[in-house]
């Protein structure tokens, strides 16, 4: 009776830790997935940055020489 019992339970833990391993594999997935995003918009906004700034200076464009606006 009592061997029944600590197998029953024994059963048990070992459904909840393949459920919560397979929840931990689920969520480093998803995390590795994610940091590969952040990176490709962190390169994305960086060559933005690059692009305008680019920009701006073929325009001969400075926004530091400029008259502050009128409301300052």
Known sequence: MAD???QQRLTELEVRLT???D???ALASA???Q???IAALERII???RNELST???SQGHDPHSEPPPPHY
């Open 4 to 6: 029944d019992s600590l």
């Open 19 to 21: 459920f919560i391993d």
């Open 23 to 25: 929840t931990v594999n």
């Open 31 to 33: 995390d590795a997935e």
């Open 35 to 37: 940091s590969v995003r």
């Open 46 to 48: 960086r060559d933005l």
């Open 55 to 57: 920009m701006r200076t």
